[in-house]
């Protein structure tokens, strides 16, 4: 729809919109975010608050200095300001290249210095993707308009002359922070230097913007900046003017620049934008500020019913009002759908201008609960230490305190049935150490509550997840930050993903280890497009040297490379576990770039609160090459056989086709292993964050046709800040040929200390049926062992050394030669020794622990169970103190009888 047939239509709009939105006329200042009347309360909230104290006294030393200096000379700030000041080069127009990455163009002159806008949508980085340093107010020359700056390259250690790009915007937004938190010092002080600084800011601000005009080009061009996202940076002296009004009309400024300026904001971002990814959503506080800064009330409804009630969809351009982004954009339990590190972005900005509405008269959490699960529903997916998955364009994030902050406002105003776990979650946030309020910023002393509430129950993290447009499939064993488990299985296509298959994170010893690379320096950089984005940075497997996006793309957006499928899961989401100490996944998925099927097979083993271990099998069917790839933090990176001695590697190239979609050639000093087919162990060693030394084993089973290679991969923003700017070991097994008669099987245990871990060494089955089923034992230090069962046809009865298996998944776990367990995962049948789960529907999950006489058991459906006991009289099932007397009969040299679904029950079987 065009902004013609807005205005044909906009009547008959704005009588709907206020009859749904009743907002408050808005004739006194500030009113955005806060009134006059709330002065007394934020007062109070310094004085007996100490984090608000702490923001406030903050503000007013960072701001105090710029505003003594104004008193006697103005023009400093003002100098520093990047301005077309150059007469007859005071561009009012700005041409963007075709994509609307660039500038190619200006015109126009106007009668005062305006606005400068970026030259490139992004901050400048040098050829290896390092950003230069952005200069500090205080290094900037006044009156500067030139086009290149000197920027200090953290390579060289030198300063080079380079086009500031996305910096030009950066700088003017310091300044702008600036003005706005001299706002506030003058509102709660009534300080005229505070004011007089923030109010010659604006003014000379808004007469240059006032004669400017949006960027010309695409619609992701915004005013003052290359994309509408950058008008962001203006945000600031929006709210800063809500503030100040009152001075600058009782001091004579001219006011009238204004209300033409914030509808041009107001209409660029209405109409530009994206609509189909976090875009618009991102944008929308700017917009939503800059029109309830509109003193014309008309004009005023009619762009905040674009946020609230009417899309304006015009092909990719556009935005969604709330009731569109709640039903195409929020999964069930509210996560954004796009990457972890996104969520904040969007899901951030659409709460802020629900605040600010809220404040305005408009009950907007009361009409759209679902913002409610938004502020919190990261936490749902988060590793142990409270950061979330790296997968696709992003980092490694973490839920956002200041979303919850204001969520916990609006679920306390009326009183919604999420605050309970809404108040778990904040005290998880602060004290996992993840949130301290006196780094909330304005937004915590403008409008956060003084005091959060007690909560009245504790936070509890689901033993599995899944985020399904992501495909994105999540098991955790222990929240404990240093002994938890945790690993998730990704890929499909969606927005901002990565060409991935089906890729893998792991965490151990309070951090996430094996890590997805996250993004490049920028999304249009040639090493995040042909490396960040693509197979090889990630820990996946990669067909015939050639997997791939179809058609190939590495920059942002979708890249399609279809989706991986559940096969099985136990436990699934939101269900009951039948294990403490097991649960596994089974993803399937086709490379569609090579024709390539692939299965894989995770799985958490606990083997004590301590300790516990992942298993990965990963079968590919190409027939001409598979190279499984593992990344993981550390310094150092040794191949060790099964003695623990170290073998030699040989220095070579890694082998790549001719196009290398995957990536393989960023990795740097490659050695090889060859011509060694027994069990092998790649060891990495490293520091955590609190800078103890951690390893992560990966255990290995052997094959013949397999060659082993090291490498350091480039930097990543995903592994934590004692690794930031420093290369990553890597990983792979390579096989040329297929590699489902012989799976990549693998046993990763993170441990502390170099006598720290607990396994001790892998066993896998040599079969017949490799391409089917997998028998793998696992021996430990102390003992005991636990027998693995893996089948990809899960309708088939499996024979083993040790008895019979039908189903996805299976386990056997032993305290020397005693089992004391005995766990299926999605089967028909797991037979050994005399003992038997079978449930009487197919893929049913069980588990039989035993510890002498004493018997649990759990299942998710009735289950037929036999145990090798002679001489009983009787079987009696124990659940929350009820007695249920079972039926059985003999059966060789045990007995057999059925149960039904139950959780956690006692067997007690009683002998004459």
Known sequence: MNIRAFKITGFLLIILFIVLFKGTAQNKFPHILVTDSDKS?????????????????EMQKKVQPYADRHQTDPQWILSRYLMNRVPGKRYTQFFADKSGQGLIGYGGDAPVPTVRVNTWLRSPVTEKGTSYRKPAIEELLPNDTSRVMLLFNPETNQKEWVDPQEYTTSINADINDLAFDAAIVYWLTGETKYAKFAADILNQWVQGAYYQEPIIGPCRTGFLDMQTL??????????AYDFVKPFMKQNDYDLHWYEKVFEKMASTLAFRGFWNNNWYAAESSTMVFASLSLENAERRDYYLQFFLEKDTINGSCGQLALPSTVEKWLTHDGHWKEPGGYHNYPVGNL??????????????????????KASYAMLKYSFPNLTV????????????????EIGLLGAIKYNQPELPEMLASMKKLIDGGRYNRERSGFLGLLC????????????????????????????????????GMMVGVQGATYNHNHCNGMAMELYGCGTVMGIDAGTGANYEHPVHRNYYSQWAAHNTVVAAGSSSSVPFSGSAGSKRIGQIELAAMEPMPDEEAVSETYSFTDTRYFDQSTNTNQSRTLAVIRTSENTGYYVDIYRSDNPVSNDYVYHNIGDQLSFLNEKGKTLQTAETSYPVTEKDYPGFRFFTEVQKLENYSGNLTARFSGKNEEDETVFMQALIAGAEN?????????????????????????????????ATSNPFIVVFEPYKGEKGSSVERISAEKRTDADQFTALTVFNKNGSQQHIFQSVTPEKIFTTGIGRFSGFFGIVGMEGKTISSIYLGKGTEISVHGYSLK?????????????????????NQSTEIAVPATGVSKVTLLQAGKETKLDFSKSGNGIVFTVPELNNAELIIQKN
Not at 230 to 239: E, P, Q, V
Not at 399 to 404: C, V, W, Y
Not at 841 to 859: F, K, Q, V
């Open 706 to 738: 397999r060659v082993y290679y090291q490498a350091r991969s480039p930097k990543t923003k995903t592994a934590g800040r004692q690794y930031s700017e420093k290369t990553l070991p890597v990983f792979t097994v390579r096989t040329e040929k297929e």
């Open 41 to 57: 309360s934020v007062l109070s909230k310094i004085e007996q608050q100490p984090w608000a104290r702490s923001i406030y006294s």
């Open 448 to 483: 956060f509550l003084p005091e959060l509430p007690e909560p009245t129950t504790d936070y509890e993290w689901p033993r599995t997840g899944t985020l399904d447009f992501a495909r994105l499939f999540l098991q955790r064993n222990g929240v404990n930050p240093e002994t």
């Open 351 to 372: 709460l802020i201008s629900s605040l600010a509405l809220e404040k305005n008269g408009y009950d907007i959490f009361r009409k759209f609960p679902a913002l409610f």
């Open 839 to 859: 449930p009487q529907i197919a893929n049913g999950s069980a588990c039989l622990t035993m510890n002498g006489t004493n018997y649990r058991i759990s299942c």
């Open 230 to 239: 950058g008008d962001a940076a203006y945000r600031s002296l929006i709210l």
């Open 389 to 404: 998955g790296a997968f696709g364009d992003t980092g490694r994030a973490s839920q956002s305190a200041e979303s919850l």
